[in-house]
């Protein structure tokens, strides 16, 4: 698994996990902006954490499903970037991301930002 961190136009820092450098395939993203690179990392590590009751599938408009990690609030933390034709093959896939993830610990080693944009003014 990989993260990678990107700056959007008003500088602020969203995370995208990877199954792997060589499939450099999108597995769930982050849904809001962060000052801190560290605080990708650990919003990205909240896949590992969340309890269950945080996370669901979620129906989408076309009626495909996308599973989300969201916060005690309610609000979305992370998602899939693919969609399901189905809640239980949703599930099924947020539990394998969370299976690999915890069998992969490099996610809390040193930022690795790529695709840096410069801010346009």
């Known amino acids: 698994m990989r993260l990678t961190i990107k700056v959007d136009e008003d500088g602020l820092l969203h995370w995208t996990l990877l199954r792997s450098v060589e499939q450099p395939e999108p597995i769930a993203y982050g849904t809001r902006g962060y000052r801190q690179q560290q ?11 969340a ?11 076309d009626g495909r499903w ?11 933390l992370a998602v899939s970037p693919a969609t399901f034709d189905n809640p239980a093959t949703c599930g099924y896939a947020l539990h394998d991301v969370r299976v690999a993830m915890g069998r992969r610990r490099d996610l809390a080693g040193p930022p690795i930002p790529v695709g ?3 801010r346009s003014r």
């Open 116 to 118: 840096y944009r410069t």
């Open 66 to 76: 996308r599973w989300a990690v969201l916060d005690t609030d309610g609000a979305p």
């Open 39 to 49: 605080d990708c990392y650990r919003a990205a590590e909240s896949l590992l954490r």
């Open 51 to 61: 309890p269950a009751d945080l996370m669901r599938p979620v129906r989408q408009r």
